[in-house]
């Protein structure tokens, strides 16, 4: 949401705007993944995610799209492979996080905490986010969208990157990845920035040197 406000507001801050699990609109989203998850859930003939998930219907609908409504929506979409593809949780990322030197054990069990302090605020005003109309770019775009992503609709962003215009645009399409493509597909995200990304920044020659000598 921020960088494609960014991007429109401010193009000569960017050397190209990426799109990753792109965002177009959250009320069709959120129709979306859950039209997924229930298909899923029939066709896997899962009880109990059919029931819940038919308590929601319609979906949205008018009701308020209140944090419990989209997490029970978030939970079964996920399960089914929407966030990773074939995996029904994050877990297959074991825990990466822990592996970084710079977080203390206090600051890792604040995750949940923080998530959930940024949801209680932010939910509203994003469930009004709507790029739709939002059609021009004035700097190249790069959209990086996983083929089976039903937390961001690969669908919306699909179509959303049909309509836009901007001096240049690519899209990638990564075939074994949902929404966490840079984590589904590592190798093949870096290459694509390499590949894609970077020629942009070493047009204007200010892209970071390939060695850097330092002194004494």
């Known amino acids: 949401m921020l960088g494609t406000r960014l991007a429109q507001q401010h193009p000569d801050w960017f050397y190209a705007y990426i799109g990753v699990g792109q965002l177009v609109n959250v009320r069709r989203n959120e129709e979306l993944g859950f039209a997924f998850a229930l298909r899923e859930a029939k066709a896997h003939h ?109 669908e919306l962003a699909e179509q959303w990157f049909d309509r836009i215009q901007a001096p240049s645009k690519h899209m990638v399409l990564f075939a074994d990845s949902a929404h966490m493509v840079m984590e589904e597909q590592p190798g093949r995200f870096l290459m694509h920035l390499v590949a894609d990304a970077l020629p942009l920044a070493q047009k204007v020659g200010d892209a970071a040197p390939a060695e850097i000598t330092r002194g004494d």
């Open 46 to 154: 899962n009880q109990d995610a059919i029931r819940e998930l038919e308590a929601l219907a319609p979906y949205p609908g008018t009701k308020p799209l209140t944090i419990d409504r989209i997490a029970t929506r978030s939970k079964w979409e996920t399960y089914f492979g929407g966030l990773a593809y074939g995996h029904s949780d994050y877990s297959f990322l074991g825990n990466a996080e822990q592996l970084s030197p710079d977080y203390d054990q206090a600051e890792l069990d604040a995750i949940d905490k923080g998530r959930r302090f940024s949801l209680n605020r932010l939910l509203q005003p994003a469930l009004d986010v709507d790029f739709d109309d939002t059609k021009t770019f004035r700097c190249p775009v790069i959209l990086f969208v996983g083929q089976h992503d039903y937390t961001t609709s690969h």
